[in-house]
Each structure stands twice: as C-alpha cells, then as structure tokens.
C-alpha cells in the first residue's frame, strides 16, 4: 500500500514538473474535433440529378449502297415477252409477207418441130413449110396465189422461121419457199394456133390453117430481191397437137386435099422478172 502511494505520487510530481517545461514552449494547442463526412449534394426532391447534355439522335438510315466503278452504259434490259409469232406459209423464212396476187414476164429460146411425135409420110405439110425452127418466146402470166399453190392464166407467143404460134391457157403451180430463194413447178394445157398461118421457106404466106391443143410442164428458180418484186427462169417441155383443114385448092397438092394432124414438141428456156402482191 504504501508503495503505491509512493508511485503514484512520484507520477504526480513528474506531470506537474513536465507542465512547467511545456509551458516554456508556449501554450499548447486545443484538440480540434474530429471532421464530420461530406454528404454529396442531393438536388431538392421533385427534380432530376443533372447529367451533361447529349449530342442529338439522328433518325436510323440503311447503309448506302456500295458504289461501283464505272463500266459505261449498260443496255436497257427489255422485259421478256416470249418468242415473236411465226409467219405463215410462203412468209416462213424471210420477212416476205403473204401473197395473193402474182404478175409476171419472161423471154428467152425456143426449139418448136411440129412433127416430132409423128411418122410416116409428111402429109401434113406437104413440104409446104417446114416442119421444125428455132426462135425466140415470150410469155406472160397472171393469177392468184394460196399458200403453196398457184392457179393463173398464162399466154406465149413462139417466133420462128415457120411463123407465129400463139398458145394461151391456165396453169397451176407450187412453190416451195427457202428464204428469197423459191422453186417452183407448173403444169398447164391450153389452146394453141399458128397466127395467119404457117410460112413458106420463101418466108409466103404458105394459106395453111393450123390450130390446136398444148400441153406444158415447167420448173424454175426465182429470187425475191424485195417482198414484191422478183427475177427468175425457167425451163420448159411441150406437147403441141395441130390439125389443118383440107384445102380446095387446085394449085395445091393432093396431100393437101384431105385433112391432116401431127403431134409435136417444144423446148423453151426463158427468164424474166415478177411483181408480187
């Protein structure tokens, strides 16, 4: 106990001689209260915390389209409207339209005998006139058209040595169209006559009257330079049947007294041109 005491007033002495060496240093400084913590600022209530402003929205657009380099310009892409119609008939294989109507013109060589299908004794001619000449041969035709098919009216004249023999008739034909190129074939029989009658050698009036029938086959090539117009030739072969009259005629031969006929031929080459409609 009483060591206690001893130490606690020693403790006291120390205290009390250290507060006369601390007041040679002055006075000493209060403690200061401890720092309360800052509250962050809260706006008054009803109105929102600020917040910096934002940049505006643009409304939403798609990405343009990738551009790329020029290539020159492009032909227009016309909407597919399927196959053209096909032409019909003569018009199938170029651009010729159809045909009705056909006109047409040729000229050429003839070889005519009138006694090439005939024997025996010549009392046809009693070697008044010849019986066979070369010439020249023009021909005209007219006639309607239907697809393939050609029905007309054809007339020629043949000129030779032995006169002018006229033939006229119908014909029909066919046409097979290959683009502008056609070849065709007709057959065709008509009327056939020596105008004014046969001549003599001596190039007279030999007053023989002969007439009759023809029969023709022909076949030929024409080329359509326009839709109407065309040029083209053609070969012929045919039958000729004349018969003369008796002729009362003293001056004249016995053969010739009596009637007579011969079947003959001939052989044409021509060309010429034709209108189409």
Not at 2 to 8: E, P, S, T, V
Not at 103 to 117: I, S, V
Not at 138 to 163: H, M, Q
């Amino acid at each position: 106990m009483r060591a206690r005491l001893l130490g606690a007033a020693s403790l006291l002495a120390a205290l009390l001689g250290g507060g006369e060496a601390l007041a040679q240093w002055g006075p000493w400084p209060q403690p200061q209260p401890a720092p309360q913590p800052q509250q962050p600022w809260q706006p008054p209530q009803g109105q929102q915390p600020w917040q910096p402003p934002r940049p505006p929205q643009q409304p939403w657009q798609a990405p343009p389209p990738q551009q790329q380099p020029w290539q020159g310009a492009q032909p227009q892409q016309q909407p597919w409207q399927g196959p053209p119609p096909q032409p019909i008939g003569p018009a199938a294989d170029t651009s010729r339209r159809l045909e009705w109507v056909y006109l047409d013109a040729r000229g050429g060589f003839e070889q005519l005998g009138l006694r090439t299908f005939s024997s025996g004794n010549d009392t046809f001619t009693a070697g008044q006139v010849g019986t066979s000449a070369s010439g020249g041969s023009l021909s005209a035709g007219v006639g309607a058209r239907l697809l393939f098919f050609t029905f007309g009216l054809r007339a020629r004249l043949g000129i030779s040595s032995l006169g002018k023999l006229g033939r006229i008739g119908g014909e029909i034909g066919m046409h097979l169209p290959f683009g502008r190129v056609e070849p065709h074939f007709e057959l065709g029989a008509g009327y056939a006559a020596f105008l004014g009658g046969p001549t003599t050698a001596s190039g007279g009036d030999s007053g023989l009257s002969m007439r009759g029938f023809t029969v023709r086959a022909s076949g030929g090539v024409d080329f359509y330079v326009t839709p109407f117009f065309s040029l083209g030739g053609e070969v012929g072969a045919e039958l000729v049947g004349l018969t003369r009259p008796a002729v009362a005629s003293a001056m004249k031969t016995s053969a010739l007294a009596s009637d007579a006929s011969a079947l003959g031929g001939a052989f044409t080459l021509t060309a010429g041109p034709g209108l189409h409609f």
